[in-house]
Nanobody, 127 residues
Framework: QVQVAESGGGLAQAGGSLRLSCAVSGGTFSQYAMGWFRQAPGKERVFVAAISWSGASTYYADSVKGRFTISRDRDNARNTVHLQMNTLRPEDAGVYHC??????????????????WGQGTQVTVSS
């Protein structure tokens, strides 16, 4: 059974930084494309960032480009990714869900492109 576990959420001031991490374990697949989605209270879950299984390709929502960076551990077999969030804004707040997918997809920006989901980690940004 595949498990997706996030860590690193918390409280930051506007303009500050947080680093989220996510690890995939279990299952029979050796490599996953991985992504992050955010859900604010009363709002739909939205795409934030994604990275291909090799790490060669990364994708960002326009609202976070230049501020957030998604990366993979060099030991790719561990399927661990990080989301470095800088210059945080109040609108970045929400529950951040990590996702993982072992299949080839036409897009990495949609929720439907991911097979496995974590429970989420809370990010709060004070103004």
């Amino acid at each position: 059974q595949v498990q997706v576990a996030e860590s690193g959420g918390g409280l930051a001031q506007a303009g500050g930084s947080l680093r989220l991490s996510c690890a995939v374990s279990g299952g029979t697949f050796s490599q996953y494309a991985m992504g992050w989605f955010r859900q604010a209270p009363g709002k739909e879950r939205v795409f934030v960032a994604a990275i291909s299984w090799s790490g060669a390709s990364t994708y960002y929502a326009d609202s976070v480009k230049g501020r957030f960076t998604i990366s993979r551990d060099r030991d790719n077999a561990r399927n661990t990714v990080h989301l470095q969030m800088n210059t945080l804004r109040p609108e970045d707040a929400g529950v951040y869900h990590c996702t993982a997918d072992p299949w080839s997809r036409t897009t990495r920006l949609a929720q439907a492109s991911y097979e496995y989901w974590g429970q989420g980690t809370q990010v709060t940004v004070s103004s």
